[in-house]
């Protein structure tokens, strides 16, 4: 874990040395990297730094809470497009990128080179495409962005009201699949803190809710669910089926999957004509990104996903049930006590 305390020195020194502060988030962005926005520009806020947070995405293609959540901050949070960059930017701007470190994955892809400083805060893994700085903090280790970035908040004596510390919690939860995977004891106690600033656990939740088109769709896909083995679950949407999925659905019926006795969890659905999504989730024992990499795709230990092209959903189930037969990587003694756990 890195030291909070050496990320806001760094910080320290960027804000000092700048006077507008553009922050981005992923595109298409999530709870995690939305709360973790906030409390970037609320630390600018008590630096007194002009900030303002860059989204390209027309927010009606939104998932319905993270559309409410934009409308809700608008009011006290500046919200631009990356074409405004050209007339805000002063020769004394930082950038700010929280939960994400690709260049293709943000709005602001096109003017990195119109910026003074970079500062990178995540928890992605990085590869040939991270933007180029010097000033990069990524831990993929860390349960979430927002929980970095709450940590900066209390560091910084940043104003917290019970909204933003329920956007933050939120991020946490969200990343966590709610506090049930990648949870360190620092996860738990940035949560305690931001209960005590006002956020309330059921309102965070309650952030989650979701249209009855997607719970059904999300559910369409745990409903036909194989567990080949006690170690992992795949949820599949039929070869001849013609819906087409939202990414984030099938991401989700993933995460809802983890909470059976099961180290990994996949979820399959076409996207488009073409195009197969799968959605991997972890616990920690599999390491989902390396299974995703084999389909040309990525993300981290815990969180991965991969778009195929040109195979049907019952090929890359085929060929997930032979990567993760357990007599692939599993010693003798191991299969042994795990045919003994399916007897039981
Ligand atoms: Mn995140």
């Known amino acids: 874990m890195q030291n909070s305390k050496c990320i806001k020195e760094c910080l320290d020194k960027l804000l000092s040395n700048n006077d507008t502060v553009f922050i981005v988030p992923h595109n298409r962005p999530d709870f995690d990297a939305l709360g973790a926005s906030i409390g970037m520009s609320l630390i600018c806020k008590k630096n007194k730094k002009k900030s303002y947070i860059v989204i390209d995405d027309n927010y009606e293609t939104l998932t319905s809470s993270i559309k409410k959540m934009i409308y809700d901050i608008k009011s006290d949070f500046e919200l631009i497009k990356s074409s405004e960059i050209n007339k805000l930017i002063t020769e004394k701007s930082l950038l700010i990128a929280v939960d994400v470190n690709k260049d293709y994955l943000v709005s ?3 003017y990195l080179e119109n910026f003074n400083d970079i500062f990178i805060l995540d928890h992605h893994m990085t590869d040939e495409h991270t933007i180029k700085t010097p000033y990069t903090f990524i831990d993929h280790k860390l349960s979430s962005a927002s929980e970095e970035v709450s940590r900066l908040v209390f560091l910084y004596g940043a104003k917290l009201n019970p909204d933003y510390a329920n956007y ?8 966590t699949n709610k506090l049930s995977k990648n949870t360190a004891a620092s996860t738990l106690s940035v949560a ?18 979701e249209d009855y088109e997607h719970d059904r769709a999300i559910q369409r896909l ?47 659905a076409r996207i488009d004509e073409d195009t197969v999504s799968i959605s991997a989730r972890g616990k920690g024992s599999i390491d989902v990104s390396k299974i995703m990499r084999l389909f040309g795709g990525g993300g981290n230990e815990f969180s991965a996903a991969a778009r195929v092209k040109g195979k049907s959903i019952s090929e890359i189930k085929e060929e997930l049930n032979e990567i993760l037969n357990p007599s692939n990587y599993m010693k003798c003694e191991e299969m042994e006590k795990l045919t003994l756990s399916l007897n039981y």
């Open 168 to 175: 933050l919690l939120a991020g946490i939860i969200l990343d």
């Open 108 to 110: 602001v892809n096109n």
């Open 192 to 209: 305690a803190k931001l209960v005590e600033k006002g956020a309330d656990p059921t309102i965070a939740n309650n952030l989650f809710l």
């Open 222 to 268: 745990v409903d036909n669910t194989d567990f080949p083995t006690y170690v992992y679950a795949i949820a599949t949407d039929s070869d001849n089926s013609v819906k087409m999925f939202e990414s984030e659905d099938i991401a989700k019926a993933a995460d809802y999957l983890l909470k059976y006795n099961v180290n990994a969890t996949f979820a399959i």
